[in-house]
Nanobody, 126 residues
Framework: QVQLVETGGGLVQAEGSLRLSCSASGRTFSSYTMGWFRQAPGKEREFVAAVTWSGSRQYYADSVKGRFIISRDNAKNTVYLQMNSLKPEDTAIYYC???????????????????WGQGTQVTVSS
């Protein structure tokens, strides 16, 4: 069992930056592919970024590529999402998720992630 807690959300102006953190409990964190998803009001949850268990490979949605960076520190049981050049359309609740395995197939599909945090609100003003 893995419990995930996101922090770092808030209100920021367009073109600003935020860094989200996701702290995980459980000894098997370092074995899991980790992802970030987001859900804007009235929209479905969408994939943002994912990182392999070792941190050696990252995957991004086209909408955030070049602006967001996902990373992890297995010694600290933490995964990060550095968000730069934020846009109003990035406004959403951001969720951290763990797959429960090391696979990266369908890394963009939320149904393959078994553990979820409670989410943290990110609001970008224009």
């Amino acid at each position: 069992q893995v419990q995930l807690v996101e922090t770092g959300g808030g209100l920021v102006q367009a073109e600003g930056s935020l860094r989200l953190s996701c702290s995980a409990s459980g000894r098997t964190f370092s074995s899991y592919t980790m992802g970030w998803f987001r859900q804007a009001p009235g929209k479905e949850r969408e994939f943002v970024a994912a990182v392999t268990w070792s941190g050696s490979r990252q995957y991004y949605a086209d909408s955030v590529k070049g602006r967001f960076i996902i990373s992890r520190d297995n010694a600290k049981n933490t995964v990060y999402l550095q968000m730069n050049s934020l846009k109003p359309e990035d406004t959403a609740i951001y969720y951290c998720a763990a797959r429960g395995d090391t696979l990266t197939t369908y890394y963009y599909a939320d149904k393959y992630y078994h553990y979820w945090g409670q989410g943290t609100q990110v609001t970008v003003s224009s």
